[in-house]
T-cell receptor, first 115, second 119 residues
Framework: KAGVTQTPRYLIKTRGQQVTLSCSPI?????VSWYQQTPGQGLQFLFE???????NKGNFPGRFSGRQFSNSRSEMNVSTLELGDSALYLC??????????????FGEGSWLTVV | AQKITQTQPGMFVQEKEAVTLDCTYD???????LFWYKQPSSGEMIFLIY??????QNATEGRYSLNFQKARKSANLVISASQLGDSAMYFC????????????????FGKGITLSVRP
């Protein structure tokens, strides 16, 4: 069974640019969540999508957005990049229904460097 | 307010010995879930073990077990027979939200503990 797949793994962007990260969840999983990990702030929740709808949102500015497609694949977009957006972005998938006992699996992450 | 507390900044253990990684949490919910993840330097967050707040028995997964003390709000991870490949960051996380629909659920992570296994 394939795990959570994130692309690209590594990328370097310039301040002011925008970036799109992609996540393919485990087959059958309908919930996809995104997290940002930085040395200073640790792991922070960005948002969760379930059946193409944003179900929960963290405390991030509107420059951070996401979407989910009918096949449960998800993308997150960061516009007008700032140096502080440099981070590891982790995608997580789970069944997402009938309670949250369902295990949450993470991908390998996308390392974003903003210069 | 910090909901997950991992105070051990770095832990060292001899290969083949057992080690306990501490985690305390704070929540007013009756229903919640506790997770432990391992993160090697590659960045991937690897699921290790899960404990539900209503689970009567402590969770076990191979060499991993969770010492769950609900009244003390602690969920310590025990790794038995440490291996060199266990060297990594370990995160404790809690999931709250609606246990029926799964809505409004997210993971809140602790700051992590670095574990180094010595040969």
């Amino acid at each position: 069974k394939a795990g959570v797949t994130q692309t690209p793994r590594y990328l370097i962007k310039t301040r002011g640019q925008q970036v799109t990260l992609s996540c393919s969840p485990i087959s059958g999983h309908r919930s996809v969540s995104w997290y940002q990990q930085t040395p200073g702030q640790g792991l922070q929740f960005l948002f969760e999508y379930f059946s193409e709808t944003q179900r929960n949102k963290g405390n991030f500015p509107g420059r951070f957005s996401g979407r989910q497609f009918s096949n449960s694949r998800s993308e997150m977009n960061v516009s007008t990049l700032e140096l502080g957006d440099s981070a590891l972005y982790l995608c997580a998938s789970s069944l997402g229904q009938q309670g949250w006992k369902n295990t949450i699996y993470f991908g390998e992450g996308s390392w974003l460097t903003v210069v | 307010a910090q909901k997950i507390t991992q105070t051990q900044p770095g832990m060292f253990v001899q290969e083949k010995e057992a080690v306990t990684l501490d985690c305390t949490y704070d929540t007013s919910d009756q229903s919640y879930g506790l997770f432990w993840y391992k993160q090697p330097s590659s960045g991937e967050m690897i699921f290790l073990i899960y404990q539900g707040s209503y689970d009567e028995q402590n969770a076990t997964e191979g060499r991993y077990s969770l010492n769950f003390q609900k009244a003390r709000k602690s969920a310590n991870l025990v790794i038995s027979a440490s291996q060199l490949g266990d060297s990594a960051m370990y995160f404790c996380a809690m999931r709250e939200g609606d246990p029926i629909t799964g809505a409004n659920s997210k993971l809140t992570f602790g700051k992590g503990i670095t574990l180094s296994v010595r040969p």
